[in-house]
């Protein structure tokens, strides 16, 4: 015959895979919409293969994002000296959408410094990735891409 805390341990043990085996089922965490919501399509990166003199490699091939726009000198600036910060934005589809945000922002604050301050912090704030991004770009293109 068992003892009282063994069948309890028991019984515990029952409601607790209870409520594992139902996981987040009865749980409403609210996430949002999802994270293409916005429109925006991140880029994927392309594999191309070299033949070279130490062999055949495949390297990943970069996207056109980082080449000159024209009548862009943000953009511009950004292509030459912040590719490597540039591309993983336009490569996540959440820092895409914020990318998105924030020149819908700038554009809407026109020529309120303190408003587009606001745009480039909110952008910055968003996540690691967008934060790196403006470091640099503030590092090499804020004046042309009228950082505050």
């Not at 515990?12 to 987040?24: D, N, P």
């Not at 953009?75 to 895409?96: F, H, I, K, N, Q």
């Not at 604050?109 to 640099?136: I, K, P």
Request: hydrophobic letters at 40%.
């Amino acid at each position: 015959m068992r003892s009282p805390a063994a069948a309890f341990g028991w019984m515990a043990g029952l409601v607790m895979l209870g409520f594992i085996a139902s996981g987040c089922s009865s749980f409403d965490p609210r996430v949002g919409p999802s994270q293409e919501s916005c429109g925006a399509e991140a880029l994927s990166s392309t594999t191309s293969t070299t033949t070279g003199y130490a062999g055949t490699t495949s390297v990943g091939a970069t996207p056109t994002i980082c080449v000159a726009d024209a009548g862009s000198a943000c953009d511009d600036c950004e292509s030459r000296w912040c590719c490597a910060t540039r591309l993983p934005c336009y490569e996540d589809p959440v820092c895409a959408c914020k990318d998105q945000a924030l020149d819908t922002c700038v554009a809407a604050a026109g020529s309120d410094t303190s408003a587009v301050g606001a745009c480039w912090n909110a952008f910055t704030s968003a996540g690691t990735v967008e934060a790196a991004r403006v470091a640099c770009e503030i590092e090499w293109c804020q004046a042309a891409c009228e950082i505050p």
